[in-house]
C-alpha cells in the first residue's frame, strides 16, 4: 500500500538559516508516527510543508498519494491539522463552535447539531456544551481543538504538540483519543517533546535535529541503539545526590544523569555486576537508597544520546 506520507530531500530555508535540511520521511497508513527533536530542529517547518502550509524550496512530498505543491487541494481535503494553539472560537459555545464547523465542511440543518452532538459525547464533553470555550479548561480546549479538527473525519491527522501544558489526567484523555483515531483507520503523525508520550504512542519514531533525521525506527530499536542498559537509582534523602553522583561516576567509570526528581539519578552500564558493586558502594558510604532499577534505556537517554542532551523544561514548555 502507499505510504500515507512520502518525503524525499525536503528543504525549507528562511534567509540564510535553512530550517529543514534534506528530511526523508515514510509514513505508513493506519499508524502512528512520532516526530521528535528539540526546539528549532525543524518539526514544525516539516508539518507545516507537509499539510501545504508552507511551499518547499527543494525535494519532494507525497501525502495520501498527491504532492503536496502541484495537487495541494486534494491534499488539503483529506488531513487535518491540530496545532500548538486551540483554534476553536473562545466566544462561542463549545456546541456552536462545532455546529458552525459542521456546516462550513458540507452537513445540512439537523445533521450539523448531530454531529457536534457526536464529537461532545465522544469527548466527554456534554455537560459543558452551552458554556463559552472561554470558561474551558486546558485540557477541555484540547479536547474540543481534535474534535473541531475531525468533523470530517480525516485519513490523515497532523497534531503539533497536542498535549503542551496539559495535567496528566488530561493528557491521558488526549492519548486515549489519539488511540480510537487510528483503530478507526486514520492515520497521526504526532510532533512532540514529551518522549513518554511518543513512547506510548508512536509505532515508528524519527528524531529530528538542526533540520535533518538522524535516527529513525521503532521505539524499541531506538532503545536497543544506545547499546546499554540503564540503572535508575532513587535515594532516601535528596541531600545524599551529589555524593552518590560522585560514587557512581567512580565505580561505573561513566557520566552519571540527574533526573526530574531530586533524589533521582541514572547511568548507562555494561555489566549488571558493576552495578551492583557500585549500589553497594552506596550503602558502605552511608547513601541509604529507597529503590532501584536495571533494564532497557527511555527514550529520554535515547535522545541525550543521539542529540548532546535532554528535553529542558524549556523546550517541552515551548
Sequence with gaps: MEPAIETTGLVKSFGDARAVDGVDLQVARGSVYGVLGPNGAGKTTTIRMLATLLRPDGGSARVLGYDVVTEADAVRERISLTGQLASVDEELTGHENLVLLARLLGYKGKRAGGRAEELLTAFGLTEAAGRLVKHYSGGMRRR???????????????????????????????????????AQGTTVLLCTQYLDEADQLADRIAVIDHGR?????????????????????????????????????????????????????????????????????????????????????SLDEVFLALTGHAPTEEEIAA
Design 213 to 297: 533525521v538522524i535516527a529513525e525506527g521503532t521505539p524499541g530499536q531506538l532503545k536497543a541503539s544506545v547499546g546499554q542498559n540503564t540503572l535508575h537509582v532513587r535515594l532516601v534523602e535528596p541531600g545524599h545526590r551529589a555524593e552518590a553522583r560522585r560514587l557512581l561516576a567512580r565505580g561505573l567509570d561513566a557520566p552519571v544523569q540527574l533526573e526530574g526528581d531530586p533524589a533521582a539519578l541514572s547511568v548507562s552500564v555494561a555489566d549488571a555486576e558493576r552495578a551492583a558493586e557500585a549500589l553497594a558502594e552506596l550503602g558502605r558510604e552511608g547513601v541509604p537508597v529507597a529503590g532501584f532499577s536495571l533494564g532497557q534505556p
Design 144 to 182: 474540543l481543538d481534535i474534535a473541531a479538527s475531525i468533523v470530517v473525519t480525516p485519513e490523515l491527522m497532523f497534531l503539533d504538540e497536542p498535549t503542551t501544558g496539559l495535567d496528566p489526567r488530561s493528557r491521558n484523555q488526549v492519548w486515549d483519543i489519539v488511540r480510537a483515531l487510528v
